[in-house]
C-alpha cells in the first residue's frame, strides 16, 4: 500500500517552461488536494478536487491548472512557469463518504520544484 | 474557517512533556481542532483531532476547554524524533482545508 505517490521528486524549469506533476492514491479516496509550501510558511491550498471530474479553486491557484480524469490521479500543471513558482508542491487525498469533511488528509512526499 | 495562532518555536529536552498551544478564537460551531507534523522533506502527517475535552491517542493528547477558543496538543515524553513542525487548524467547515506556519519544535538530548 503506496498510500499517496507524487512524480517527479525534483524538477528544475526554466521561466516560460511547462510541466505536470502527477499525484497518485491507492486509497480510493474521493477527495484530492495540491498544496504548495514556501520556506517558513505553511502549506497553501492551489487546488483541490471532491471527485472524479471535478475541480476548485483554493487560496492560490493562479498560474496553475488541474485536472481530475481518474479517481486515483489528480495532475498539476504549470503552462508558463514563473519563479514564484519555486515550491516544494504537496498533494494529499482524503476519504470520502459521511463526516468527509473531518477525515485526515494523507500527503506525498513532495515535488521540489525551481524556476530560473 | 478559523485563523489559529501558534508559537512559531519552540526547544525541548528527551524525556520532556511538551505542551504546544493553539489559539482559535473564531472557531466554527462545526469546526473539529485538527493536528499534523511535519518532519523535513516529508509531507505532513496526522497527529490527532478533537472537538472538545480531552483525546488521547498512541502518540499525543489533546486538551480542549470548553468554550474552543484554544487547545493543547500534549507530546509526553519527546525524543530526538519528535524535531518537527507542529500545525493546528481547525477543520468542517468544507474542503478548504487551510494550514498556518506551525510550531517548529526541537528537541534536544
Known amino acids: 500500500n503506496a498510500g499517496v505517490t507524487q512524480t517527479p521528486k525534483f524538477r528544475v524549469l526554466k521561466t516560460g517552461q511547462s510541466m505536470t506533476l502527477l499525484c497518485a492514491q491507492d486509497?480510493?479516496?474521493?477527495?484530492m488536494y495540491w498544496y504548495r509550501q514556501d520556506p517558513g510558511m505553511g502549506l497553501r491550498l492551489i487546488h483541490y478536487s471532491v471527485g472524479e471530474g471535478t475541480t476548485a479553486k483554493g487560496e492560490v491557484p493562479d498560474g496553475y491548472n488541474v485536472s481530475r480524469l481518474k479517481k486515483q490521479n489528480f495532475l498539476l500543471g504549470l503552462e508558463s512557469a514563473a519563479p514564484s513558482q519555486t515550491s516544494v508542491y504537496f498533494c494529499?487525498?482524503?476519504?470520502?463518504?459521511?463526516?468527509?469533511?473531518?477525515?485526515?488528509?494523507?500527503f506525498g512526499n513532495g515535488t521540489r520544484l525551481t524556476v530560473t | 474557517l478559523a485563523k489559529t495562532t501558534q508559537p512559531i518555536s519552540m526547544d525541548s529536552y528527551e524525556g520532556q512533556e511538551v505542551n504546544i498551544t493553539c489559539s482559535h478564537n473564531?472557531?466554527?460551531?462545526?469546526?473539529?481542532i485538527t493536528w499534523y507534523q511535519q518532519f523535513p522533506s516529508q509531507g505532513p502527517r496526522f497527529i490527532i483531532q478533537?472537538?472538545?475535552t480531552k483525546v488521547t491517542n498512541e502518540v499525543a493528547s489533546l486538551f480542549i476547554p470548553a468554550d474552543r477558543k484554544s487547545s493543547t496538543l500534549s507530546l509526553p515524553r519527546v525524543s530526538l524524533s519528535d524535531t518537527a513542525v507542529y500545525y493546528c487548524?481547525?477543520?468542517?467547515?468544507?474542503?478548504?482545508?487551510?494550514f498556518g506556519a506551525g510550531t517548529r519544535l526541537f528537541v534536544k538530548a
Open positions: 486509497m480510493n479516496h474521493e477527495y
Open positions: 478533537g472537538y472538545k
Open positions: 494529499a487525498s482524503s476519504y470520502g463518504g459521511q463526516g468527509a469533511t473531518y477525515s485526515p488528509l494523507h
Open positions: 473564531n472557531i466554527a460551531t462545526n469546526d473539529y
Open positions: 487548524l481547525g477543520r468542517g467547515g468544507g474542503f478548504k482545508t487551510i
